[in-house]
C-alpha cells in the first residue's frame, strides 16, 4: 500500500475524508489555473510525515494533564505545563502534535514571503508563526495559536501577553491531527471575532483555500481556492502582497 492510499483509509477510519472530495462547502470555490495534473514532488513525504503527526497527537490528547471537559478559561490555559501543546477553544481544551516538517515548511515559506512584503509596503503589520498565543473573546476562554498571522495594530503589539484580539490576517496548515479544528470549529471562530482574511493551506490536496470574511455576504460564504502552482493575494492588502 502506497502513501496515498494509506491517507485515505485512515481518512475514513477517522471521519476525516479530504475536503476537495468530501465537502460540498469547499468545492463551491472556484479553483485558479485548474486541476494540477501531477502530484508536486514530496508528497509521499508529507503523507508519511503527516501521519506520524497523527499518531504522536492520539498519543498527546490522552495526556491526563489535559483538563477534560468544558467551561475553562484563560487563566487555566496559562497556567498549564510549557510542554503541553494545546489550544483552548470555547473553554474546551484541544491537545496539538508537534507539526511535520511539511507543515513547519509551508508556515515558514508563507510567513517568510509576507515578512519581505510588509518591510517594504505595510510597516504598520507584523507577523507572528506558532507558538503565539492569540486570546480572542471577551469571556477569556479562547486562545488559539495561528500557524501564522498577521496584525495591523501597534498597540496589540507592545502590551505584554497574548495577542488580545482578532489578527487581521490567520493561516492554518491543514494535518491529519488538525483538520477538523481547522476546518470548521476555527473557521466559525475567526469569522466570528472579526478575522478580516484566513488561509486554510491542505498539503494533501496542494490547495489554499481563502476567506475573504471582510466581503461575505448572503451567498458568498465559500473559498475562493487556489492550487499549489498559483500566486495567491492576500486580499487584506489589496493583492500588493502574494504568496
Known amino acids: 500500500m502506497d502513501f496515498k492510499e494509506k491517507d485515505n483509509e485512515k481518512r475514513q477510519t477517522i471521519n476525516h475524508d479530504p475536503i476537495i472530495d468530501s465537502s460540498e462547502y469547499f468545492n463551491a470555490g472556484d ?4 486541476e494540477l495534473v501531477e502530484e508536486p514532488s514530496g508528497a509521499a513525504e508529507y503523507l508519511q510525515n503527516a501521519w506520524t503527526d497523527y499518531d504522536e497527537w492520539k498519543t498527546a490528547k490522552q495526556d491526563p494533564r489535559i483538563p477534560a471537559g468544558g467551561g475553562h478559561t484563560e487563566e487555566e490555559y496559562l497556567a498549564l505545563p ?4 494545546v489550544e483552548l477553544i470555547d473553554g474546551v481544551f484541544y ?18 514571503q509576507l515578512m519581505d512584503c510588509v518591510e517594504k509596503h505595510c510597516k504598520e503589520c507584523f507577523v507572528y508563526i ?5 486570546a480572542l473573546g471577551e469571556d477569556r476562554k479562547t486562545v488559539v495559536q495561528p500557524d ?28 491529519p491531527s488538525n483538520r477538523e479544528n481547522d476546518l470548521w470549529r476555527k473557521l466559525a471562530l475567526y469569522r466570528r471575532h472579526g478575522v478580516r482574511e484566513y488561509w486554510i ?4 490536496g496542494f490547495s489554499v483555500y481563502v ?33
Open 95 to 112: 491537545a496539538m502534535a508537534s507539526p511535520a516538517r511539511i507543515h513547519q515548511t509551508a508556515a515558514l515559506e508563507i510567513a517568510r
Open 31 to 34: 479553483i485558479e489555473r485548474g
Open 82 to 85: 510549557d510542554d503541553l501543546r
Open 211 to 243: 476567506f475573504d470574511f471582510e466581503k461575505e455576504g448572503p451567498g458568498e460564504e465559500a473559498p475562493k481556492r487556489y492550487a499549489f502552482d498559483t500566486e495567491v493575494p492576500v486580499r487584506i492588502s489589496g493583492g500588493t502582497c502574494k504568496v
Open 130 to 134: 506558532a507558538p503565539s498565543d492569540v
Open 201 to 204: 493551506v491542505d498539503p494533501a
Open 148 to 175: 501564522v498571522y498577521v496584525h495591523c495594530d501597534l498597540e496589540k503589539d507592545i502590551k505584554p501577553g497574548p495577542l488580545r484580539g482578532a489578527p487581521d490576517f490567520a493561516v492554518e496548515v491543514l494535518s
